[in-house]
């Protein structure tokens, strides 16, 4: 079955424990993104890569890291978390440059950063 | 710069009600994608429908309806006998061509209630 998984789905940590949040697609897709959801803000990018080796910040990076070790796999790391940090995270897949296909969505992951 | 406007934040609709959706977004590009998304309550993101900038027809999927125009830069999604199970967020995104369409945005959403 295609998918995009996340680990975890839930977490609840403090301020300034490091934490990285694992996405993985099984579609063998270049590009792979991270958004955070918030109230009335809807979803905003954070990174993005379009393949092994090569991200890119997106529209809200500030306080988070990405790797694109593999190309399955696209870790969301955040060093030092912040109570701001509190957010539902997205994160997706597609095939570079066929944009007339949908992202595939992974279920989200709940933080709260306390 | 893209931007996606869903200007309606919320919408409460009795059951069998027909609702419009608004998208209104602005690019630069010719060429790009829009897409609906549905969150129900439960969280994840359904993909509803993508469209092309060339093609201008209007699409139906049930009680879905998608009305899409260049003219007023708006791509508005009616959902026709509204019922309790549509209940959720509605998101409306742009996926532009320049860059590569490495970014997608999104609207704000509309959070749409279906009262029984």
């Known amino acids: 079955e295609a998918q995009v998984t996340q680990n975890p789905r839930y977490l609840i940590t403090v301020t300034g424990k490091k934490l990285t949040v694992t996405c993985s697609q099984n579609?063998?897709?270049?590009?792979m993104s991270w958004y955070r959801q918030d109230p009335g803000l809807g979803l905003r990018q954070i990174y993005y890569?379009?393949?092994?080796?090569?991200?890119d910040k997106g529209d809200v990076p500030e306080g988070y890291k990405v790797s694109r070790k593999e190309k399955r796999n696209f870790p969301l790391i955040l060093e030092s978390p912040s109570p701001n940090q509190t957010s539902l995270y997205f994160c997706a897949s597609s095939f570079r440059g066929r944009a007339e296909e949908t992202q595939y969505f992974g279920p989200g992951t709940r933080l709260l950063v306390l | 710069a893209q931007k996606v406007t869903q200007a309606q934040t919320e919408i409460s609709v009795v059951e069998k009600e027909d609702v419009t959706l608004d998208c209104v977004y602005e690019?630069?590009?010719?060429?790009?994608?829009l897409f609906w998304y549905k969150q129900p309550p439960s969280g994840e993101l359904v993909f509803l429908i993508r469209?092309?900038?060339?093609?201008?027809q209007n699409e139906i999927s049930g009680r879905y309806s998608w009305n899409f125009q260049k003219s007023t830069s708006s791509f508005n999604f009616t959902i026709t006998a509204s019922q309790v199970v549509d209940s959720a967020v509605y998101f409306c995104a742009l996926r532009e061509r320049s860059g590569g369409y490495q970014k997608v945005t999104f609207g704000t959403g509309t959070k749409l209630q279906v009262i029984p």
């Open positions: 890569s379009m393949n092994v080796e090569v991200t």
């Open positions: 579609m063998n897709h270049e590009y």
């Open positions: 469209r092309n900038s060339f093609d201008e």
């Open positions: 690019t630069r590009d010719t060429t790009y994608y």
